[in-house]
């Protein structure tokens, strides 16, 4: 009997020195010029740039990714709980791996292999490791990248503190919807502050990371409500939500802006002549990359009320001008071959003004005795009718060449296929 345990011990042991030595071996053999961590600790993320009136509204935003950056102070626990709970619940205990975890990833990749299937290294990623991948190994599923990655999460592990690794986790991840991080996703999908979040809007959010795609609200809503309430239950289970409110909340429907075609908050701000002027000074000055990448606060000294009261004075005096002159200037665009059917799409594309408030470009689809049809571009688009009403406009038009003539039928000023711009009287 003590010869039988005295061999299984040695058996044991000697295991234990091969399993070691092997792990040396795979350390020394891929950790060789693996890139450094270093970069990490001083990490700094491409943010979008905001222009503010003098009011404090946003009247434009530079951005290459749309990032706002969120320090992991300023996260609410509930919604780390939700993405803890969905990508790694021993995040706080693990070394930056979880070996039970690995092992059972490289299972199932020898079990493929052996099958003679195509094997693809997924799944077991504590955040340390995701971090790791996102920032300095890339995506490649491979054996060699999983095990690069694995030792970089322990360096990582050694040099940053928890809540700095979570930090930029959080605000690296896309998530989809043109979201890059939890702040910006937060207001992309519900236009709601992290601090606003319900329990069931931050699970679909930690739902998202494995492939936003997959979970899309519209395209995949059962897909995206099942994962969901896979995270709502892991957080149940995790002691961050109670049984009940658990169960609550999976019957809650999945709504986001994206739903509802609410304004997407982070959306290109609508574009003019003045945060042009202002982009093209901050690039001179500070250059592409930081107006784009820098996260710059920049107060501009416009009133944008002020500014709408002055353009709308102005357009009142050019209509009016333009009245008195008692000129038909023609129309703004022409499209060829004009087809009734598809007049919406063939307006849609004409190269034509849209910010002219209170005016909408239309095209004339028929032309009458003193009328003319015009299609209005509206969603869904509608018709209407010009009439030759106003007596200087019976009376005369700027041809060519400058002089006046005689109208005597709408088709003296409007032809079919002409752009034209109306507003409702």
Do not use: C
């Amino acid at each position: 009997m003590i010869r039988l345990l005295a061999g299984l011990v040695s058996f044991l042991s000697i295991g234990f020195v091969v399993f070691v030595g092997g792990m040396a071996g795979l350390v020394h053999l891929y950790g060789q010029d693996l890139p450094s961590h270093d970069e990490l600790v001083d990490y700094q993320p491409k943010m979008l740039s905001r222009v503010y009136s003098g009011e404090g509204e946003v009247i434009a935003q530079y951005a290459r990714q749309k990032r706002i950056f969120a320090p992991i102070e300023e996260v609410p626990d509930l919604v780390k709980d939700a993405f803890i709970s969905a990508e790694d619940k021993n995040f706080y205990a693990h070394p930056g791996v979880d070996m039970v975890g690995i092992a059972k990833a490289i299972g199932r990749f020898v079990q493929a292999k052996a099958k003679g299937r195509d094997p693809q290294l997924s799944g077991a990623s504590t955040i340390s490791q995701q971090v790791m991948k996102n920032f300095l190994v890339g995506n490649a599923r491979s054996f060699e990248r999983k095990i690069r990655e694995a030792i970089l999460a322990v360096r990582i592990d050694g040099a940053l503190s928890k809540d700095q690794i979570l930090e930029l986790y959080l605000n690296e991840i896309y998530l989809g919807a043109r979201s890059y991080g939890v702040m910006a996703a937060a207001q992309n999908y519900f236009g709601k502050t992290m601090e606003e979040l319900t329990p069931p809007e931050a699970a679909y959010l930690a739902a998202l990371p494995k492939a936003p795609s997959t979970y899309h609200p519209i395209k995949q809503r059962d897909r995206a409500v099942i994962r969901r309430n896979y995270v709502l239950e892991e957080m149940a289970q995790n002691g961050y939500l109670s049984r009940p409110d658990a169960e609550r909340y999976k019957s809650e429907p999945l709504i986001t802006l994206i739903d509802t075609d609410g304004p997407e908050v982070l959306a290109n701000i609508e574009p003019n002549y003045f945060t042009a002027e202002v982009r093209r000074q901050l690039v001179n000055e500070l250059g592409f990359d930081q107006v784009y990448e820098g996260g710059l606060t920049v107060r501009a000294t416009i009133d944008q009320d002020l500014q709408r009261e002055a353009a709308r004075a102005l357009r009142r005096g050019l209509e009016g001008y333009d009245r008195r002159t008692g000129f038909w200037q023609g129309p703004v665009a022409r499209i060829e071959d004009l087809d009734p059917d598809l007049w919406r799409l063939q307006l849609a594309d004409a190269d034509v003004p849209r910010d002219i408030e209170g005016w909408s470009p239309a095209v004339v689809l028929s032309v009458g005795e003193r009328t003319a049809e015009v299609g209005v571009e509206a969603d869904p688009g509608e018709a209407a009718t010009l009439s030759l009403a106003r007596e200087k406009w019976l009376r005369t038009i700027q041809g060519e060449s400058g002089r006046r003539v005689r109208i005597r039928s709408a088709a003296d000023v409007w032809a079919i296929g002409d752009v034209v711009f109306v507003r409702k009287v």
